[in-house]
């Protein structure tokens, strides 16, 4: 018997694995990290506003006229990106949260694949270890967010980073595809329709393009145009489909939301700048000797975002999300590209990795905290199916997720009282003087004529005193116009200073 062998170059393990092994590595890695933010989705509470803002887009899609029907002071973008989810529940049947936290999933997956799609022939990723920037991209977009997680600026990080991949070739003096330009830019406007001031962002990155390629016409690549006209069509239909936005919000936001803020000094405790503070200053030292690369843009961003976080003053954990997602991303990028030169090098480049994850952990406990009513569930849920839920309160979170946990009805058309506990703010701090005073009263008398027409609309079988983040039951002695309507409830019980009622009929 004779045996035949087959002519031609066999391929060994050792030929294979070179190549094989990273990228089985990093498939295996986004797995296991896919896994652990599923669990995360399911341990932690929903977010309260992408609660809230479910809510309105099911009044919305239900024929409710937004800024008229229901009161909520973002942008259209805010309620318009949630719909696709809700739609998709509804012909599921399934909870919109589980729906919008799987498109969530799917757009991380997407924006990295455009990502990598982009990056897949550049010289940007040279390094063999490049291939840890998948599971670290996949771990700040899917881990880090924490109680974040589907919230404006989370879903603009995700958007904006096929920009970031698209300038990072460029700057590398390569062309991208112009469909992954086009693709890039969309993104880009896309997350600029959340909240106009992420253009500072945006232009951070672009002005770094320009600095290191030392031509402003960078400025015009076509990626920048492509974002441009979507932002200018967006604002377009705004004025022309919601213009209550301009003419009922705007004077309110105006005059009450954006004059209270936390000071410079209030912002500095905060555990987001000196996140960020020691991720930039690892980064820089870490990338002193090199030339500006994707590590410098993403550190450029970064500190436009963290101009965005101190513009806002609110000092939100998920307000400061996309300043220390990015500035950990390029802390990360810094590890992983810089080659050590000396031993001092390989030191300190191990003491980076310590300080990433240590900065990563305390960033996740700083995206948990959010106010948690889960205690509330229970109790709520003993007087009955389907409630429909009143709050006194200014906490968006006492009423959000729980009503929706429950299967009931808010009964207010808008998250919370707010407006007259940002006036109360204002006065105690001396923000206003006495006309202006006299102009926010309008504000809030009109606030309290829209919870009365909302207890008349929907009658609520259960009511929320906050005694515990605000002073409900003493506001309600001092406005007997709405404690009038509320005469017929009962205390049922209180939990952590809030007060349970229940309807006597």
Same mark, same amino acid.
């Given at each position: ?168 070739? !460029? ?5 991208? @595809?112009?469909? /992954?330009? =086009? ?5 880009? *406007?896309? #997350? $600029? ?119 806002? !003053? ?5 307000? @400061?999300?996309? /300043?220390? =997602? ?5 802390? *990360?990028? #810094? $590890? ?170």
């Amino acid at each position: 018997m004779t045996m035949h062998t087959e002519a031609g170059p066999r391929l060994t393990p050792r030929q294979i694995s070179p190549v094989a092994a990273p990228a089985l590595l990093a498939w295996i890695s986004i797995v296991i990290l896919s896994a652990a933010a599923i669990v995360l989705r399911n341990l932690l509470a929903a977010n309260t506003d992408v609660s809230w803002l479910l809510t309105v887009g099911e009044r919305v899609l239900g024929g409710q006229r937004l800024y008229v029907d229901v009161f909520e002071t973002n942008p259209p973008m805010a309620v318009l990106v949630y719909l696709p989810g809700i739609v998709i529940a509804r012909a599921l049947g399934l909870p919109a949260e589980i729906v919008t936290d799987s498109l969530m999933f799917a757009g991380i997956f997407v924006s990295l694949a455009i990502v990598a799609r982009t990056l897949k022939d550049s010289s940007v990723l040279d390094g063999a270890n490049s291939w840890l920037l998948a599971p670290l991209a996949f771990a700040i977009l899917a881990i880090l967010p924490m109680q974040s997680f589907g919230q404006r600026e989370h879903i603009a990080i995700v958007e904006l980073l096929p920009l970031l991949a698209v300038l990072a070739v !460029r700057m590398k003096g390569e062309v991208p @595809s112009g469909r /992954m330009a =086009a693709i890039a830019g969309c993104g880009a *406007g896309f #997350a $600029v329709s959340f909240k106009p001031h992420f253009a500072i962002a945006i232009l951070c990155a672009v002005g770094c393009h320009a600095l290191y390629t030392r031509s402003w016409k960078a400025v015009f690549a076509p990626e920048n145009l492509v974002a441009a006209a979507v932002v200018l069509l967006y604002g377009a239909g705004v004025v022309a489909f919601f213009p209550e936005f301009f003419t009922v919000i705007g004077p309110v936001v105006r005059d009450v939301y954006l004059p209270v803020g936390v000071s410079f000094q209030g912002l500095l405790e905060k555990p987001a700048l000196p996140i960020w503070g020691a991720a930039a200053l690892a980064t820089i030292v870490l990338k002193r000797r090199d030339r500006i690369d994707a590590t410098q843009l993403l550190l450029a961003t970064s500190l436009g975002f963290a101009a965005v976080f101190m513009l806002q !003053r609110k000092g939100w954990p998920y307000h @400061s999300y996309p /300043m220390v =997602a990015l500035v950990l991303f390029a802390l *990360g990028h #810094a $590890v992983v590209s810089t080659r050590p030169r000396s031993a001092f090098d390989r030191v300190f480049r191990a003491g980076a990795v310590a300080l990433f994850a240590i900065l990563f952990a305390r960033s996740m406990l700083w995206f948990d905290v959010a106010f948690d009513a889960r205690p509330l569930h229970a109790a709520v849920a003993r007087l009955g199916p389907n409630p429909a839920i009143l709050a006194i309160t200014a906490e968006p979170g006492l009423g959000h997720p729980l009503v929706r946990a429950l299967d009931g009805t808010w009964v207010s058309r808008q998250q919370g009282l707010w407006v007259q506990a940002y006036l109360k703010h204002m006065r105690q701090h001396g923000l206003v003087g006495p006309q202006a005073d006299r102009a926010l009263d309008g504000h809030a008398a009109r606030e309290r004529a829209m919870l009365i027409e909302d207890i008349h609309r929907i009658r609520p079988s259960v009511v929320l005193l906050d005694n515990l983040t605000g002073e409900a039951s003493a506001w309600l002695r001092a406005h007997p116009e709405i404690s009038s309507r509320l005469r017929d409830y009962r205390l049922v019980e209180t939990i952590n200073g809030i007060d349970i009622l229940s309807s006597v009929r």
